[in-house]
């Protein structure tokens, strides 16, 4: 497989860049573009080990930076990672980048340093965590990365794969009797998996509600404050306040929170 390497960090200004080398080769790549204060290469630490150092581009140095080692399978993508934390800029961490790709490393694809790693149960509980805007969200997120959901999903699909291989048995073997696979059985099986699987889609809306917010409308009559509150929870001059009745005329929305409840708000015309 290839070695392959990414900007991990967002892609704006900030006060540190990092850049994920992953693979089999990635030690090596790491060791021919970062220099050790102490002189150590980074194949010769262990895993979860950090080395301040410098980063070089066509043997010159370009920045100061810290690689973290992580040896596999104990790493994000189960393989030996390398982890370069640069000075955020824009430029300086294209080009911490850029070294890494001449020296042997390959782009990586969009989600290819999770891909084969989770489900989608936990990819979309990643997404969560970057978007959170409160408490509520984050910690539901996280209960979905460390797997809650997964396995709410994972206990329904043993009990449906059982009855499956008991059913394809019984088709490919209809004289032997087939331990547990009764009409009462398979019934019974059905029902409670379309029981918990219902349960699950009752709890999606509330879960929705905490995760992206819940839709609230300001509404009234003409000039009684709606814009004004809008303004007040948005902390911004979102809606135009005035004393002529009727000036909110399209619908203002803006996502604030409240505490720890996340809230979709929408200004609306006076009734």
């Given amino acids: 497989m290839s070695t392959i390497a990414a900007i991990s960090t967002g892609l704006a200004a900030g006060g540190i860049g990092i850049v994920r080398i992953s693979g089999e080769n990635a030690l090596n790549v790491a060791d021919s573009i ?13 895993g979860y080990k950090a080395a301040f150092g410098r980063v070089f581009f066509d043997g010159k140095p370009i920045d100061e930076a810290v690689a973290l080692v992580f040896r596999a399978p104990k790493s994000y993508t189960g393989e030996d990672v390398v982890e370069i ?18 020296n042997g490393a390959v782009p990586a694809e969009p989600g290819e340093f999770t891909k084969g790693k989770t ?22 997120a996280f209960s979905a990365l460390e797997g809650a959901l997964y396995k709410e999903i994972h ?19 209809p004289d032997d009797e087939i331990e547990d696979l ?13 029981a918990a699987l219902k349960e699950l889609l009752n709890r999606f809306d509330a879960g929705q509600a905490i995760t992206e917010g819940t839709e609230t409308a300001i509404v009234g009559r003409p000039n009684v404050g709606k814009s ?3 303004n007040m929870l948005t902390g911004t001059e979102k809606s135009i306040v005035t004393s002529v009745a009727g000036t909110t005329r399209d ?21």
Avoid at 34 to 46: D, R
Avoid at 182 to 194: C, G, N, P, Q, R
Avoid at 257 to 271: P, Q
């Fill in 182 to 194: 009764t009409d009462e059985s398979i019934l019974d099986a059905v029902t409670s998996s379309k």
């Fill in 228 to 230: 004004t509150l809008m």
């Fill in 251 to 271: 619908i203002v929305e803006e996502t604030v929170t409240i505490g720890n409840v996340t809230l979709r708000l929408a200004d609306t015309a006076g009734l």
């Fill in 85 to 102: 934390s640069c000075h955020g800029g824009l430029y300086i961490t294209k080009q911490v980048l850029r070294a890494a790709l001449k």
């Fill in 119 to 140: 489900d989608l149960t936990k990819a979309e509980a990643v997404m969560g965590i970057i978007s959170a805007h409160g408490k509520e969200a984050g910690e539901a």
């Fill in 155 to 173: 206990k329904i699909t043993d009990v449906l794969l059982k009855i499956n291989a008991a059913l394809a048995a019984w088709v490919d073997y």
């Fill in 34 to 46: 970062f220099k050790t204060v102490q002189g150590i290469e980074l194949k010769k630490l262990s």
